[in-house]
């Protein structure tokens, strides 16, 4: 049996869409709308934005042909874009905007004002900034009470389904009928319980979330907590993870002072909505990462590129066979990679099943040097430039036991998610050769549900440190 008849058996890949292709294309169609739906409504506060700094500059600035003004224009709307500002928000609030405005207007600002020396021409930089600020706030307040108003009349409203169906769930779906400037509208909920004295719809149990948010075009869901376990909970999220909806969590005891805070709530007529970030599986971040990973993996492989030489070399010479050693390994959504070395040991046919090979006699001089220091995985860096991996992510693992920790693992295949890395989460916490799969599981999804560029970055510098810490010893 092929590899890829192995991979597509042992359901590797329980995220891929199983409809016939009609029903693939259908699915991408509704996408596509929510997505130029959701744009919309961004579009509106985007668009004043634009047109108070326009409005400033023309006040402010004596000649508006000049290089720095547009490139203030778009640095400001594209760093208020980076940090979510137009992402379709529930609650929306001037006074909450103030500090990421503020932000989102100085840095550029004083950026150019340091490049276009601005502080030597007849423009006040403070008083440029001061304004422009002021104007966007009134111009967010006026579009905010534009999409509350068309909110009411039933414009912009976003159909949202509820997980659970408890008494907290049901007076929160009560609430959302009695407020339709918030703009929910909610079609049903999904619990393992009767329909019994429920005000909307029982769509289905909690494991049908997937399809029920395909057949119903959802563009919410609110996770309200009901009959249903909570363990069962977090796989069925899992399993929507790449589906173009906002989940929300309504904590529990909010009513006791234990609701979350911060720029991901949105309070709704006193419920608190704890947005799920699931960053890692946005477009935007997506697209980011890549770009970071095409990047420094391509620096990388220039600067490193003599002692990449010296390597190759040394693996050539010092023993007989190839100077790559290739092996293949389950990578994002299950698909099957296939991951480069420098080869380490002398030739065998046992590498896709032993599990560790610390002690093994047949690793070479040249290769336990190598494994010392992590640089048999330098080619791993072509893995980056094509795409098959990325920097930081899960590190890969074979298809033989991928297949045996799937059924011993809790949650094992939730890492396969995102693609496979060269270092990873559990890497740096230790969890490296002969050491626990529960653990590792447990970090590398840990990473995925936390991930930022940010988180990205810590990693690689402790990675770094690591092997220069390993090298030493």
């Known amino acids: 049996m092929s590899i890829g008849a192995v991979a597509l058996d042992n359901d590797y890949s329980p995220w891929l869409p199983s409809g016939a292709p009609t029903q693939v294309a259908a699915e991408t169609g509704a996408i596509a709308a929510r997505l130029r739906h959701t744009a919309s409504r961004g579009a509106v506060v985007a668009g004043g934005d634009l047109l108070a700094i326009i409005v400033t500059l023309a006040v402010f600035v004596p000649?508006?042909?000049?290089?720095?003004?547009?490139?203030?224009?778009?640095?400001?709307?594209?760093?208020?874009?980076?940090?979510?500002?137009?992402?379709?928000r529930i609650?929306?609030?001037?006074?909450?905007d103030t500090s990421a405005v503020?932000?989102?207007?100085?840095?550029?600002?004083?950026?150019?004002?340091?490049?276009?020396?601005l502080g030597s021409q007849e423009v006040s930089v403070l008083e440029v900034g001061f304004a422009a600020c002021i104007a966007i706030l009134l111009g967010r307040s006026i579009s905010y009470a534009f999409v509350r108003r068309v909110r009411r009349r039933g414009a912009f409203g976003e159909r949202t389904l509820i997980v659970g169906a408890g008494q907290v769930a049901v007076h929160f779906a009560a609430t959302l009928d009695e407020h339709p400037e918030y703009g929910l509208r909610p079609v049903g909920f999904l619990d393992d319980c009767d329909e019994e004295e429920l005000s909307h719809p029982l769509l289905g149990r909690v494991e049908d979330l997937d399809s029920v948010l395909r057949e119903h075009t959802i563009d919410r869901v609110v996770l309200a907590f009901g009959v249903s376990r909570e363990t069962a909970l977090v796989d069925v999220l899992r399993a929507c993870d790449n589906a173009v909806v906002d989940i929300h969590v309504l904590p529990r005891f909010f009513e006791l002072g234990f609701g979350a805070a911060g720029h991901d709530v949105d309070v709704v007529w006193g419920y608190p909505l704890l947005r799920l970030r699931r960053d890692a599986m946005r477009l935007s971040p997506r697209i980011a990462k890549r770009l970071f990973d095409v990047c420094v993996a391509g620096l990388m492989l220039v600067l490193l590129s003599p002692l990449y030489a010296a390597l190759a070399l040394a693996v050539k010479i010092t023993s007989r066979g190839p100077v790559y050693f290739r092996q293949t390994?389950?990578?994002?959504?299950?698909?099957?990679?296939?991951?480069?070395?420098?080869?380490?040991?002398?030739?065998?046919?046992?590498?896709?099943?032993?599990?560790?090979?610390?002690?093994?006699?047949?690793?070479?001089s040249i290769g336990s040097i190598m494994r010392k220091t992590s640089l048999d995985e330098l080619p791993q860096l072509w893995n980056v430039v094509r795409g098959d991996m990325s920097l930081v992510g899960p590190r890969p693992e074979r298809p033989f036991f991928v297949e045996q920790f799937k059924q011993e693992v809790p949650h094992y295949q939730d890492r396969h998610r995102v693609p496979v890395g060269l270092t990873g989460l559990a890497q740096v916490n230790g969890l490296r050769g002969d050491t626990s799969i529960d653990e590792r599981a447990w970090f590398d999804n840990h990473y995925i549900d936390n991930w930022s560029m940010g988180h990205d970055l810590v990693i690689l510098a402790r990675t770094a440190g690591a092997v220069i810490k390993q090298a030493r010893n």
């Open 329 to 364: 390994r389950v990578g994002k959504r299950g698909k099957v990679v296939e991951v480069l070395k420098f080869r380490s040991m002398w030739v065998n046919t046992d590498s896709d099943t032993q599990w560790d090979v610390t002690a093994d006699e047949r690793v070479t």
């Open 102 to 117: 503020v932000t989102c207007v100085a840095v550029p600002l004083v950026t150019l004002a340091v490049v276009a020396r």
């Open 63 to 88: 000649n508006l042909f000049q290089w720095w003004v547009p490139a203030f224009v778009l640095m400001a709307l594209g760093l208020s874009a980076f940090r979510g500002n137009y992402r379709t």
């Open 91 to 96: 609650t929306m609030s001037v006074a909450r």
